[in-house]
């Protein structure tokens, strides 16, 4: 038993020996390294030992138990786990052996895919290098892409480039955020198409660029062609996109289609005529006013070929110029080939080149010039009537940078330009207050005017009063463009006004000191204010007596009638005298004349009467006195035994029944006949000389003997005493004419009684000497009354000469100053002067400033429709044509007159014109500045009534008595006369 037991555990044991050398043997070089094939190992050495205790057991079984079934199963169990162990290693060693066998095809197999291997690997590294390069490329050029470039996932930034940040306006950061939506970039009526367009790259399809809007941080809009790729991008799918910031061709697009718009709409509306014609000359497109210009149709000009067709040889070498890559002009009168139509027109023509500088075609404008050229005429009447103007004009910037002035200005100021500039603001250098300056500047920069008198300096410092207008000027849209000022030099004209307050208070002094009645009368008759001589008239101790009162009250119930009609007269501006009696307060009853005129207030309106009263009393009585002597002097005259005539301008005027006795002459026959027609010629000289002498104050014998021709040719022997006299308020030569027929035939029969008559006339001569001696001392002492009264007349004078000589000089500056800016219309409307320009040819006004025409009531249109003739009743088409002669002649460069001009209501002012031809482009017409002088009229007119009144009143108190010694004297030579025919 125990043997057997050894013996089992020996077969045991040599199986396990057996085991374990095949082990060894197989699996001691190859596998004992190797964890798998080691644990297998132990698992056969479980085995092996499991059976070898299987095996222990059964035979302990059986010793113990001697139970055989048991050490039968145990047995069994040891064989079969042995059995087992001999399997696992026969299939190991089978499995070991196709292992290696199929270790050594792996073996080659690894070798050749390890080589391969270590070939991809390095084929990969340079890709990875490659791409790497690449993505460093990619993304160098994407951050340095003038286009915006991202990637999205799913709606997420995984990359926006620098671009994107700086047009976006958002940071890298908060594009990659997880809460940044994509959609907030994205314009809302672009959302919809990005959406549909990301669907359609989910599907895998192509989708074209496209364009779309986006919106950057700050909410402006950016349009842009989006271009988008799906790609895969980190183990999933990604989109690529690039969008191209198209804003600023989308806005050039629509500058360009506005732009094309209104080329077309130029092309179409230009009031020029615009055509095209290709590189052949033949005109291929032009607009309505080319057609109508031309008077021609858009069928005859369409195809027309100018190179070869046109008649005119300088608009055809106008034409042809662009056709040889040069600009073309033509300017003068144009005769339509197609049309037969005649015009003045200016033609431009200019190339169209290729990108390569190729004549393609040429575009022409051409413009009818037949209107500017009257505007341009009508421009230059307003540059020659500025520069021309007697006011000064000066203009700056709206900055007061001064920049123009006309001569008128640098001979008022003595500045230049550049002296008067006033750099920024208003020129300081003129104006003796600054203040005042920056209020004139002010003022016009608001848009407003500004005139009134200011004070300024010349360039020598001296102080002149100017009146000025200053005003803006401004464009179509109201910007103030410049400023304009117009000065008026009123510095003599304030020395004027000084003078006649002077005169008015002297005036003044001499009505208080007249020795006549001056009263002031409303027009209502009540008693305004009364002279001292006045109140002595009316026996009134004060004014306040009388002052207040109804001046009816004064006047004699029997002649209130003439005197309600001179006042009223006077109410309605005539001027008129009138004898009257009146009643004083003292009840004395006096006979005065009164000679009334119209009181007038600054506007021309009638407010007052001017009155001034003689007492006449005295005078009545002389006056009757001297009535009867006048009727006795004329029965003496018309009954006398002398022809009697009076000649004035060379005419016989007056002559007494005897003279027609004499000459055998009726009246009507002689009356307006020269006297000298009734003289022998031998006699005609003598006559007309002593004539003259005797006109211009000289003294030829007054008495002399010559002959005259009756009507029936008879010679007559005459004794002629001539001597001046005042006729009708005019010289004359008064003739007292003798027949001495008789007294020659007397003569000649006793010649001593002849001389005893010469010496009577010696005698009488001697005492006519004596008398005129008399006269003369009398007319000496009128001299002299005069003198003191003709001092205020010579001051007038001296300020007539002065604005002769101011008038004279206004006009030689009007002639030497030049062209000026066409813009200055408006100046010459501001002038205070009248200025009329009228054509040469039918005297039609062709401008009139707005000083004229508010002055004469007329617009500009009514003015162009009339003539000098229209304004100036004084003259007829004759005398005008007269007088403008010279001046068409070019005897005379300029005129200057005094007129009446009369307004559209028919009222009429005085008008001094001065006026000369000029002329204007191809056109000749006359130029007119026209001062009102009406006050100045009116100033002399009260001076010379003054002065008038003065004299009459000189001559009431000297006149009457010269009056009287020259009846006396003429009376004593008639009954000396008579006495010496008596004697004969």
């Known amino acids: 038993m ?78 079969l786990i042995g059995l087992a162990a001999m399997l696992i290693l026969t299939k190991d060693t089978m499995t070991h052996f196709a292992f290696v066998e199929t270790q050594k095809g792996l073996e080659a197999e690894i070798t050749k895919r390890t080589k391969s291997l270590k070939n991809e690997i390095a084929e990969r590294k340079q890709v990875e290098s490659n791409l790497r390069k690449s993505e460093e490329k990619f993304r160098n050029l994407a951050e340095h892409s003038p286009n915006m470039i991202f990637i999205n996932r799913r709606g997420h930034v995984e990359y926006a480039n620098k671009k994107c940040e700086e047009v976006m306006g958002y940071s890298r950061e908060e594009l990659y955020s997880k809460d940044f939506n994509l959609m907030t970039i994205i314009a809302p009526e672009s959302r919809k198409l990005i959406k549909e367009n990301m669907k359609l790259h989910m599907r895998g399809e192509e989708v074209p660029p496209y364009e779309y809007k986006l919106l950057t941080k700050d909410g402006r809009e950016i349009v842009g062609i989006h271009t988008t790729k799906l790609m895969d991008y980190d183990g999933g799918k990604a989109i690529l996109g690039i969008v191209t910031d198209i804003t600023d061709k989308k806005e050039a697009e629509v500058a360009l289609r506005k732009s094309e718009e209104k080329y077309r709409s130029i092309f179409e509306n230009s009031p020029l005529g615009i055509f095209h014609y290709d590189k052949n000359g033949v005109i291929t497109a032009s607009n309505e006013n080319f057609i109508k210009l031309l008077g021609t149709s858009k069928e005859k000009l369409i195809g027309f070929n100018m190179v070869t067709s046109l008649k005119n040889e300088k608009m055809k070498a106008a034409v042809a110029a662009p056709l040889s890559g040069n600009p073309g002009r033509f300017e003068g009168e144009y005769l339509s080939v197609t049309g037969g139509k005649l015009a003045k027109v200016k033609a431009d023509f200019s190339p169209i080149l290729s990108e390569d500088g190729s004549v393609l075609g040429a575009i022409g404008i051409i413009e009818d010039i037949a209107e500017r050229k009257k505007t341009e005429d009508r421009l230059l009447y307003f540059q020659k009537a500025v520069e021309g103007a007697s006011d000064a004009i000066g203009m700056s910037t709206p900055e007061g940078r001064h920049y123009y002035q006309n001569e008128a200005f640098t001979r008022l100021f003595g500045l230049s330009v550049k002296e008067v500039d006033g750099k920024s603001g208003p020129p300081a250098t003129v104006y003796v207050d600054e203040n005042v300056g920056r209020e004139v500047f002010d003022t016009i920069m608001r848009g407003d005017s500004w005139s009134g008198e200011v004070e300024m300096l010349n360039k020598a410092g001296q102080k002149m009063t100017i009146f000025l207008r200053a005003y803006a000027m401004k464009n179509e849209k109201g910007k103030i463009t410049g400023l304009v000022g117009v000065h008026t030099d009123i510095t003599e004209r304030k020395q004027i006004e000084e003078e006649l307050k002077k005169s008015e208070t002297r005036l003044r002094t001499i009505i208080n000191l007249e020795p006549e009645c001056v009263k002031l009368v409303a027009l209502d008759g009540t008693l305004l204010e009364m002279n001292p001589a006045g109140l002595k008239m009316v026996g009134a101790k004060s004014s306040e007596e009388v002052c207040g009162r109804s001046v009816y009250d004064l006047i004699l119930p029997e002649d209130l009638d003439d005197f309600r009609a001179l006042h009223d007269s006077a109410c309605q501006g005539v001027t008129g005298s009138a004898e009257f009696r009146i009643v004083g307060l003292d009840n004395q009853e006096r006979h005065v004349e009164s000679t009334s005129v119209p009181w007038r207030d600054a506007e021309g309106n009638i407010v007052a009467v001017l009155s001034v009263t003689r007492d006449i009393t005295e005078r009545k009585h002389a006056r009757e006195a001297l009535r009867e002597s006048e009727e006795k002097y004329s029965t003496i005259v018309e009954k006398g035994n002398d022809g009697i005539a009076i000649v004035q301008e060379g005419l016989i005027q007056f002559v007494n029944n005897k003279l027609t006795e004499i000459a055998g002459y009726s009246k ?290 000297v006149g009457r008595e010269v009056r009287m010694v020259e009846l006396k004297a003429e009376i004593e030579e008639l009954k000396a006369r008579l006495k010496k025919y008596e004697t004969f």
Not at 24 to 50: P, S
């Open 668 to 957: 009507e026959e002689v009356i307006g006949k020269p006297f000298i027609d009734l003289l022998p010629l031998e006699y005609r000289e003598l006559v007309a000389e002593r004539y003259k002498k005797r006109l211009k104050g000289e003294e030829p014998p007054n008495i002399y003997e010559i002959e005259i021709t009756s009507k029936e040719g008879k010679t007559i022997p005459i004794e002629i005493n001539a001597s001046r006299i005042e006729y009708k308020g005019k010289p004359a030569d008064m003739a007292v004419i003798r027949d001495i027929t008789e007294r020659k035939r007397v003569e000649k029969l006793i010649k001593d009684v002849n001389k005893n008559l010469e010496l009577k006339v010696r005698e009488r001569t001697a005492e006519v000497e004596e008398q005129k001696e008399k006269l003369t001392a009398a007319n000496e002492e009128l001299t002299a009354m005069n003198e003191e009264l003709s001092a205020t007349q010579d001051e007038l004078n001296e300020v007539n000469k002065t604005l002769e000589k101011k008038v004279e000089e206004r006009t030689k500056q009007w002639r030497l100053s030049e062209t000026v800016s066409t813009s200055l219309g408006r100046v010459i409307e501001e002038s205070l002067n009248e200025i009329f320009v009228f054509n040469s040819k039918t005297l039609k006004f062709i401008n009139v400033n707005k000083g004229a025409r508010e002055n004469l009531g007329y617009t500009l249109e009514e003015l162009q429709n009339l003539t000098p003739l229209d304004i100036k009743p004084e003259f007829t088409l004759q005398s005008f044509s007269e007088l403008i002669q010279p001046l068409l002649t070019g005897k005379q460069n300029s005129l200057v007159f005094t007129t009446i001009h009369k307004r559209k209501d028919s009222s009429t002012y005085d008008a001094e014109v001065h006026l000369q031809l000029s002329t204007f482009g191809e056109q000749k017409a006359f130029v007119a500045i026209v001062l009102d002088i009406t006050e100045r009229k009116q100033a002399e007119e009260k001076l010379h009534e003054k002065i008038s009144e003065l004299e009459s009143w000189q001559r009431l108190t």
């Open 2 to 79: 125990v043997l057997r037991i050894l013996l089992s555990y020996t077969i045991v044991l040599l199986t396990l020996v057996l085991a374990v050398g095949v082990i060894n043997i197989y699996y001691l070089l190859d596998f004992v390294l190797q964890k798998g094939n080691r644990e297998k190992l132990y698992k056969v050495w479980f085995l092996l030992l499991f059976a070898l205790a299987v095996k222990s057991v059964a035979h302990l079984t059986e010793v113990i138990a001697k139970t055989s079934i048991i050490y039968q199963v145990l047995e069994l169990s040891s064989l």
